[in-house]
């Protein structure tokens, strides 16, 4: 770890500023994953700029009917909170898939968002990794990769972004809010805040340097059965295999996300239409194009098998 | 105490103590954090400077240049350890790879470095400043690729052949030949290898966490080149090691190195990332098993041959050892075959030998009885033996085999498992049972101790055995308590030191009989002093309640010591009685899976394990081995594996998210069953070894409770939804 300098934020607006004056300045706030990050020197900020004292962890009812999710807000609570639970059920059950009871804790909902990939090339300070050493090439790609992209990915990175919950936001059409240094505001769709690796994997988000945010929104409640079915090897504390986040309505129709397959939660609006006629044809659609390895082909008959078994336990 | 011929009636048949379940006596230092670990040890070594180790980011090859000038210059740095200025040093006879690489390199994160420094963060960030420019060679790292090439171990005693198994074989009417992989494994046991080195002079203390004391006492001086009288060694607590501390490694040694090199002590803990590759693993095997059998379920012909792969001078993952004991059958052939890999050294753990073997076996007999139309339990009834089927005038000292599984069938419930593979169904999960029989040697070796008894009647007892988390206190204590008739409460017990008597030490499931072995042995000893100070015909002499008495004369121990204390040394030694009997332990495990019918998921549902293993000496840490050992079982079949980088050479999942073992999670509900054995040919104690029983066999349970579950056959471990799931049912 290299020395680094720590400041308290004041203000969403004064910590963006912070940030945004040192290039090698980052945000703190749960610290799950950066720490960890630092220990291995895969991250090196020179500055943390701890927003922990924002005030953004309260859970608000917006003026459309949906929720605003403080960027603060822990993922144990945000899981717990009743409106959650009776009216955004897939988010609640993607948060309790994830990590344990004391990463739940810790981590907050701005923090899962922005959680780097688990690829173990990308841990190994000793490998070749385009996103962590732009340039220096991708150990993944030929070797060891059942965790790993099937679709999305690049010639120059496979790896897969790790969050659960990203993947339940993505299927409830949440945005971001942020603030920039200059004060200024905007919202970003899920959808467009994690970008394809392509050959700049080492570009993950659509965030500038020093860009803060600060809620989630959700869009007034979508009904239906959520479901949110994480696969993995092991009962518990582990990355999906592959997971589906499920919105069935009574009428068939609906709205699904894949975590544990590509770079991003996966989502292709387009296969939706396809609900009606079943999981083979909404997966078919939701990964064509998917360019697995032979470590990880088998995600692509687990997809249509989970997505199957989820749409028929929302058929009850 | 030699002991040569079988055990009689002696003061441990009271069972005053021994074999009551008994808490452990070190329990309340481990759950108040009280119990001082390896690297904590401030308490001794208040001055310790931090060491990094860095390691080889190649596999194979030399280092070409190695800069140091900014690391030496970081804040805090005291001294940098390279093979090019630690001087000459040796190679301990358990090391087969050396532990401070360069400029030869022979394995991924071998050792190149130890950075030290004032702090552990600042060790840490000058460690990232160490540049190194390699010359990288090619290597072998496909253990199927090299198998062609693999030749027989050089020890010579690999292959055994018994009649005529290629005759036996082509003549049987039902037959098997399959073949089963295991994949590497690693110990990721909860505490790193740590140590903390401290010079006085030219003698060199370490506290460390190992598991064999004397082993690594001689290998540290050995690569040091020092006489080893001049190195002590302190481990009285272990978090865990499962084979991968029985050996001197590398934070020993760069720790020794580090503190020499800055002129003041300094500790070492493996850090995480690096441990995996760093140290030794579980060797992967490709395992080829023929059975042949008559129709009524007799087995006529059994063969089965393993191969492995190791860096030269290693030696082979012994697979094939049970299968020349666990059944009947006229015609037999083993052997071992080694190939040269350059992945990381591979050697013990957690039950080296059997637990893989028995994984490959276990499933063979599984598919063998379904060809037979029998019931898995009952062909293995069936072929049961009570000699060694290779060598039939030498009989099991003790082998009750067939009430494991009798009695492991009636109480899981056995009789309601549905033959027929894929046709239980609970919900969205497809069930199915799953049985193997357990099997590992007892291993005989020998073990001192030393115990004195003060003026206070407190008897201490000081052996250099170890307790890895496996309650080697509470029995020694037991022992020592039994022997000498007086309570828990006044027994002291000391382990792990190195000016103790060398013990068996932690390993092989022979800890528990050895060393309480040992302990009696030094007892029987001190009785004998006790006696022979009151005047007393020590055979007659009887110590019970605090007291020694004979005829109707009875003296308080603490008086009979008097203020000086009475001490005695002695170990146990055995003669021939492993040679004319084989001694093993028996089980059998009971398995109950489910498995996704859409994702194939494997989840455990409930385990049984019966186990015969002698005396259990304190049925509350036996159990707890044997559960321990039942969920490394659940590790082995369901998840663990180490992904090996075939062109760069290494294990590429080494921390404890890419590595998977069971989490609570996975392991609902366990049971043990002890069954009420003594075996007067092991020792005086007649308790034999069963941590590492606990473990074999479990993974093959498991295996065959999916088959049963699903109808699908995994040969290759670990059984993961991704070999199921082209077979399994229509979703929806």
């Known amino acids: 770890m290299r020395p680094f300098t720590y400041e308290r934020a004041t203000s969403p607006a004064a910590a963006a500023a912070a940030v945004e004056r040192n290039p090698g300045a980052r945000f703190i706030a749960g610290g799950t994953n950066l720490l960890d990050l630092m220990k291995l020197e895969i991250e090196t900020p020179v500055q943390l700029v701890d927003v922990n004292g924002l005030k953004l962890d309260s859970v608000e009812p917006t003026p459309d009917g949906g929720l605003r999710i403080g960027a603060l807000v822990r993922n144990t609570d945000l899981a717990a909170d009743p409106r959650v639970r009776r009216d955004y059920g897939v988010l609640s059950r993607a948060l309790l898939a994830g990590a344990s009871g004391q990463l739940r804790n810790k981590a907050t909902t701005a923090g899962n968002l922005l959680q780097r990939t688990r690829c173990p090339y990308f841990y190994d300070t000793g490998q070749p990794c385009n996103k962590r050493q732009p340039g220096s090439g991708c150990a993944a790609i030929g070797g060891f990769s059942r965790q790993l992209a099937v679709i999305g990915g690049s010639d120059a990175c496979i790896a897969t972004h790790p969050s659960d919950m990203a993947v339940a936001m993505r299927a409830l059409d949440a945005t971001v809010e942020t603030v920039r240094p200059d004060g200024a505001v905007r919202t970003i769709p899920v959808a467009d805040l994690h970008r394809l690796p392509g050959d700049t994997p080492q570009i993950e988000t659509a965030l500038e340097h020093g860009e803060l945010i600060t809620a989630v929104a959700l869009p007034k409640p979508a009904g239906g059965a959520q479901i949110y079915r994480k696969v993995r090897d092991r009962a518990s504390y582990a990355f999906a295999l592959v997971s589906v986040a499920a919105i069935v309505q009574p009428d068939g129709s609906g709205r699904v996300a894949l975590g544990g397959v590509a770079p991003k939660p996966w989502r292709v609006e387009a296969a939706e239409a396809e609900m009606p006629r079943g999981a083979k044809a909404v997966a078919a659609r939701l990964l064509a194009g998917a360019k697995p390895t032979d470590d990880n082909a088998f995600k692509l008959p687990l997809v249509e098998r989970t997505l199957g078994a989820v749409l028929a336990e929302a058929k009850g | ?732």
């Open chain 2, 1 to 732: 105490m030699k002991f040569d011929t079988p055990a009689t009636t002696n003061p441990i048949d009271r069972l005053a103590v021994v074999g009551k379940p008994t808490p452990r006596i070190d329990g309340p230092l481990k759950t108040t954090g009280t119990a001082p670990y390896a690297y904590e040890r401030q308490d001794a070594v208040p001055d310790a400077a931090y060491g990094y180790v860095v390691g080889s980011s190649i596999a194979k090859g030399r280092i070409a240049a190695m800069d140091l000038a900014d690391a030496r210059a970081a804040p805090g740095v005291l001294a940098i350890v390279t093979a090019g200025n630690a001087g000459k040093l040796g190679k301990g006879e358990k090391n087969t790879a050396t532990l401070l690489g360069g400029p030869e390199i022979e394995h991924y994160h071998q050792a190149i470095a130890l950075v030290v420094a004032e702090s552990f963060e600042q060790a840490r960030a000058a460690a990232t400043l160490v540049r190194v420019t390699y010359d990288r060679a090619g290597g072998a790292f496909d253990l199927a690729r090299a198998k062609d090439g693999a030749t027989k171990p050089e020890d010579g005693a690999s292959d055994s052949e018994v009649g005529d198994f290629a005759g036996a074989f082509a003549a049987a009417p039902v037959t098997l030949d399959e073949t089963y992989t295991t994949p590497d494994q690693t110990h990721a046991m909860m505490e790193p290898h740590a140590t903390i080195a401290a010079w006085d002079g030219d003698r060199l203390t370490v506290w460390l966490s190992n598991q064999m004391i004397a082993w690594t006492t001689g290998d540290l001086a050995r690569t040091l080149n020092m006489p080893k009288e001049k190195v002590r060694l302190i481990s009285p607590f272990v978090g865990g090691g499962f084979g991968g501390k029985l050996f001197l490694r590398a934070d020993t040694l760069l720790a020794a190195l580090g503190a020499r090199a800055a002129g003041r002590p300094v500790k070492v803990a493996l850090q995480r990332p690096l441990m995996t590759n760093n140290t030794t693993h579980r060797p992967a095997t490709i395992q080829r098993i023929r059975i042949g059998a008559e129709r009524d379920g007799a087995i006529t012909a059994i063969a089965h041959e393993s191969w492995s792969g190791n860096l030269p001078g290693g030696d082979p993952e012994t697979a094939v050892d049970q299968t020349k004991l666990l059944y009947a059958g006229a015609n037999r052939l083993t052997a071992l075959r080694l190939a040269r890999l350059d992945l990381p050294e591979g050697n013990a753990m957690r039950a080296p030998g059997e637990a893989p073997g028995m994984m490959a076996l276990e499933i063979a007999m599984d598919e063998m009885a379904e060809k037979l139309g029998l019931d898995p339990v009952e062909f293995r009834v069936r072929n049961d033996t009570q000699v060694d089927p290779g060598k039939p005038d030498r009989p099991f000292s003790r082998r009750q085999l067939v009430e494991c599984l009798r009695q492991g069938a009636d109480r899981f419930g056995w009789a309601r498992r549905n033959p027929r593979p894929g046709e239980s169904r609970d919900g969205r999960w497809l069930t199915g049972l799953g049985v193997a029989a357990a099997f590992r040697n007892n291993l005989l070796t020998r073990s001192a101790a030393r115990v004195r008894l003060d003026g206070r009647g407190v008897v201490t007892v000081e052996t250099d055995m170890t307790d890895i988390g496996t309650g080697s206190y509470t029995i020694i204590a037991q022992t020592a308590a039994e022997m000498m008739g007086v309570g828990l409460d006044r027994v002291t017990v000391r382990l792990g030191d190195s000016s103790f008597p060398a013990s068996a030490g932690s390993g092989g499931q022979w800890g528990a009989n050895n060393s309480t072995a040992g302990v009696y042995a030094a007892c029987v000893k001190l009785r004998e002093a006790v006696a022979g100070k009151l005047g007393f015909n020590s055979a007659d002499a009887v110590f019970a309640d605090g007291q020694v008495r004979a005829g109707n004369r009875g003296v308080p121990l603490a008086e009979a010591a008097g203020e000086d204390g009475l001490a005695a040394e002695d170990g146990i030694e055995y003669g021939d009685l492993d040679k004319r009997y084989q001694q093993s332990t028996f089980g059998a495990h009971f398995v109950e899976v489910g498995v996704d019918a859409a994702t194939a998921e494997i989840r455990v549902r409930r385990m049984l394990a019966v186990c015969a293993a002698g005396r259990i000496l304190n049925p509350l840490s036996a159990r707890s081995q044997v559960i321990g050992a039942m969920t490394m079982g659940v590790g082995a079949a369901l998840m663990e594996e180490l992904a090996v980088d075939r062109r760069a050479g290494f294990f590429v999942n080494h921390d404890l998210a890419g590595y998977e073992v069971p989490v609570h999670a996975d392991i609902p509900h366990q049971e043990v069953i002890f069954l009420d054995e003594t075996d007067p040919i092991s020792s005086p104690m007649k308790a034999k070894g069963v941590g590492e029983l606990g473990l074999c066999g479990v993974g093959a349970a498991i295996a065959n409770a999916v088959y049963n579950a699903t109808g699908v056959r995994v040969r290759d471990y670990p059984v993961t939804l991704d070999k199921l799931l082209d077979r399994m049912p229509e979703v929806g």
